[in-house]
């Protein structure tokens, strides 16, 4: 049953929004990245991993003056949309909802992948189906309900990649890291490698998507954002260096579930600390599952409560849950899990953050130079962050569809979705014109549907 209060409950305490932003990311490491080493060496990908580093550092300041200064749950869309105009705003909710649908399709085949590693009559299928529509079911119930469950297993995800590191810390071999003076396959290999790097970070932006949920969003999201992609930083610098140095590229490109395996090959299958690793990561998938969830209901809800999508999706259930977008775009994602295969997905994903971030890169500069006065709560104190954040960004984006490129058909899928949206816009754009504007923020909600 839908109600017509659209009001959002402002639960989210800092380090909630925290869980929410780790949670969706930390699964980031124990798959996905590892295809990376398909296009370079170690080198190589520690030299993308910097790059792509130095881009989440500055670009995570950036986007917290933009969240702050404009705390909506559009995000992105809204940002875009006040700089730019609303066609702007469509494109960058629309990158959004492509990042997050696409990565959680990833996620769940590697859930199932990890199930059937440890329980092999599961199928991975059944198991990435099962987990995919439970979590639907969860973020159903209530966002609080969420929140508290993200909150839970991104602790426990993040200590388990701490044991992983501990674990295998002893049996890293400096020959495996040092193999070559250059980088396998030079610079292209290292921007080929970049968008498995992203990997690393994707969706860490996630918690602008709840700034409407969050007590007092204009302190807690830069403290949330700032203390989520310092903790990533640690995290995987230590699993990129201790992984590579503990197996070969091919056993480490081989599986989607990486971790698991490698550590297999030095205590064994059946060892406890393999299972408890295992298990573990898990939960590392889970949490990133539950992360893009939220992020792209919210997006999908914003959009359709602007008009961009169909309006009934910008309903809420008698939770305060936007149940009708997390229904109906997850139920893409579940198709997506039936057919798709993670690297393919993965660069999908990765080219929706792309767009993204390059539209909030742009927003800044434009929103200092046309509306000097804006009301920022959170301000990058050096003028010189989002020109790095630019050029960073620039290098990641090239490093992304040389990937798209390698794989032949893809950049199609990708530019076709583009041009679909892009014509249902201009379809849609009378009837659009009149409703209200994603940087509207929380006066929107307030809209009777």
């Known amino acids: 049953m839908t109600h017509e209060n659209s009001s959002l409950k402002r639960t989210l305490t800092p380090i909630k929004l925290w869980g929410i932003c780790v949670g969706s990311v930390v699964s980031g ?153 250059q980088p396998a396959n030079g610079a292209s290999g290292v921007l080929a490698a970049v968008p498995y790097a992203v990997w690393f970070y994707l969706a860490v932006e996630s918690g602008a998507m709840d700034a409407e949920e969050c007590k007092a969003p204009e302190s807690d999201m830069p403290k949330a954002f700032i203390a989520s992609v310092l903790t990533l930083a640690v995290l995987t610098v230590s699993v990129l260096v201790i992984t590579a140095g503990t197996a070969s590229t091919a056993l480490i490109t081989s599986t989607d579930s990486p971790l698991p395996t490698v550590a297999a090959n030095i205590f064994g299958l059946g060892s406890p600390i393999v299972r408890i690793l295992g298990g573990i990561g898990l939960f590392a998938l889970i949490a990133s599952l539950q992360g893009v969830m939220i992020g792209y209901s919210r997006q999908g809800y914003t959009l359709a409560r602007n008009r961009f999508l169909p309006a009934p999706l910008a309903r809420l259930n008698q939770r305060s849950v936007p149940d009708r977008a997390l229904k109906w775009i997850s139920a893409i994602g579940l198709v997506c899990v039936l057919i798709g295969k993670v690297n393919a997905l993965v660069c999908i994903s990765t080219s929706g953050s792309a767009v993204m971030t390059l539209l909030c890169i742009f927003s800044v500069f434009r929103l200092r130079l046309r509306q000097p006065d804006l009301k920022r709560p959170y301000r990058v104190a050096y003028p010189i962050v989002p020109i790095i954040a630019l050029l960073m960004d620039l290098v990641v984006v090239s490093g992304i569809l040389i990937s798209i490129l390698k794989q032949g058909k893809l950049i199609f899928i990708v530019l076709g979705i583009y041009f679909i949206a892009i014509v249902c816009y201009f379809i849609t754009r009378a009837r659009t014109s009149s409703g209200s504007s994603p940087s509207a923020g929380q006066d929107a909600l307030e809209r009777k549907i």
């Open 29 to 181: 490491m124990t798959y996905g990245w590892n295809y990376g080493f398909s296009y370079t060496d170690f080198k190589g990908m520690l030299i993308a991993y910097g790059i792509v580093t130095a881009f989440y550092i500055t670009f995570i300041l950036c986007y917290s003056e933009l969240a702050t200064a404009i705390p909506s749950s559009a995000g992105p869309a809204a940002y875009a949309e006040k700089a730019f105009g609303r066609f702007w705003g469509y494109l960058a909710g629309l990158s959004v909802v492509m990042e997050y649908l696409f990565a959680a399709p990833a996620i769940s085949i590697s859930v199932g992948a990890y199930i059937h590693m440890f329980f092999p009559p599961i199928p991975a299928l059944a198991a990435s189906v099962f987990f995919y529509v439970l979590f639907v079911f969860i973020n159903c119930r209530s966002a609080e309900l969420g929140a508290n469950v993200e909150l839970a297993v991104t602790l426990i995800a993040v200590l388990g990649i701490v044991l992983y590191c501990l674990a295998e810390m002893v049996h890293v071999d400096p020959g495996r890291l040092m193999t070559s003076s």
